[in-house]
């Protein structure tokens, strides 16, 4: 089976598992894990920020970063379009009794500065108005097709958030996918906010794990935060061993998956039936659309999956394949010929193409 719905599909590598076998293990809650304490020195360095927080996954490492920036009662300004606002099941607002202010999000991901302002423009110290304390970027946008915004986008939030005294929160679940994009460091990137996470668990190939990064005190309310929302880990090292494997060696063959996207969104592109959808800046995902009358998105999935390709469809009835390290050249090979066998006559392909829009249909 190709396995193109997402990176977080990746099985940690090889010298992932032997690093798990052997690492030294401690009590983390007690800070006593010198391998959970490894991979935390390492990220913070890797970002320029002075400390950084092990997390059981990027759900959690958001969540406690809003609560550690609002303060009950405040709003976060978020991508409506963003994970944060659309997949984290609104656990600042149930947890932090924060409010979420959804802005409307640009085709690169990025949130308009004059959106931005209209959203807290009644931010007065008029008593009715709740006050917002922070504004939250995700970079590679995933609902945008893991593109990228630059950094000098970066450089005029970070301007207008120092005038309105708001701090920047990034989800970089894939933050190292944007520093190749981008061709820059990733602490070139994280330097404009005052909080970031990144996963471990998607394209680096870590089976478990995020990391949030910030100031000392920032990342020990975080720590606090992770306790009381149950992340607290004991012997952390077991997945923190991976995530030190996953940093020292996952992070430059990233390129070889947007290498690998591009290929496929080219290919994709040139298949009748088949519109592109990725705009600007790519990473390691390919939105588009299929435009055929035989085929609805559902059906179409269908049929690929009967033919041994996995993709997903991503809100709107976009369709999304993901480049990672289990995706080989052979594999973008093999789908762009199936997805012109299903759209372009092939009769086997077809068939069984039909077969799925009945069985669709008969569901309905
Ligand atoms: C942009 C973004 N942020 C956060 C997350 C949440 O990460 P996790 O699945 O580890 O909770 C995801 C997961 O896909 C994501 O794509």
């Given at each position: 089976?190709?396995?193109?719905?997402?990176?977080?599909?990746?099985?940690?590598?090889?010298?992932?598992?032997?690093?798990?076998?052997?690492?030294?293990?401690?009590?983390?809650?007690?800070?006593?894990?010198?391998?959970?304490?490894?991979?935390?020195?390492?990220?913070?360095?890797?970002?320029?920020?002075?400390?950084?927080c092990f997390m059981p996954s990027g759900t959690m490492a958001n969540l406690a970063s809003i609560m550690a920036h609002c303060p009950r009662g405040t709003k976060a300004l978020v991508s409506g379009q963003s994970d944060i606002y659309i997949y984290e099941a609104g656990g600042a607002s149930i947890c932090g009794g924060v409010i979420y202010e959804p802005v409307p999000t640009q085709s690169d991901g990025s949130l308009a500065l004059t959106d931005l302002a209209r959203a807290i423009e009644e931010d007065t110290n008029d008593p009715q108005f709740a006050r917002a304390r922070l504004i939250c970027l995700e970079l590679p946008h995933n609902r945008c097709g893991g593109s990228v915004f630059s950094l000098s986008y970066l450089q005029q939030v970070r301007g207008f958030a120092d005038k309105k005294r708001l701090a920047i929160h990034l989800d970089g679940a894939r933050l190292f996918n944007a520093a190749i994009a981008l061709g820059v460091?990733?602490?070139?990137?994280?330097?404009?906010?005052?909080?970031?996470?990144?996963?471990?668990?998607?394209?680096?190939?870590?089976?478990?794990?995020?990391?949030?990064?910030?100031?000392?005190?920032?990342?020990?309310?975080?720590?606090?935060?992770?306790?009381?929302?149950?992340?607290?880990?004991?012997?952390?090292?077991?997945?923190?061993?991976a995530g030190i494997v996953a940093l020292e060696r996952m992070v430059s063959r990233l390129a070889e998956d947007h290498r690998r996207a591009r290929w496929l969104a080219e290919g994709l592109s040139a298949i009748p039936g088949l519109k592109l959808e990725t705009p600007g800046t790519m990473t390691n995902s390919v939105l588009f659309r299929v435009e055929d009358e035989r085929y609805s998105w559902e059906t179409f999935i269908a049929a690929l999956h009967g033919k041994g390709v996995r993709i997903s469809e991503l809100g709107y009835g976009r369709l999304r394949a993901v480049t990672h390290a289990g995706i080989t050249d052979e594999d973008i090979r093999k789908t762009l010929r199936v997805m012109t066998e299903l759209l372009c006559g092939d009769p086997v392909g077809n068939k069984l193409a039909y077969a799925a829009k009945d069985h669709n249909e008969e569901l309905r």
């Open positions: 089976m190709i396995e193109l719905r997402s990176d977080t599909f990746t099985l940690p590598t090889p010298e992932m598992m032997a690093a798990i076998a052997d690492a030294p293990l401690g009590d983390d809650v007690y800070g006593e894990d010198p391998t959970a304490l490894r991979l935390e020195r390492m990220a913070a360095d890797m970002l320029n920020k002075p400390a950084a460091e990733a602490a070139e990137i994280v330097r404009y906010a005052n909080s970031v996470q990144f996963c471990l668990s998607k394209g680096l190939s870590a089976p478990i794990g995020s990391i949030v990064a910030g100031s000392e005190s920032f990342v020990a309310d975080v720590r606090r935060l992770r306790k009381m929302l149950g992340g607290g880990m004991r012997q952390a090292g077991i997945i923190a061993a």
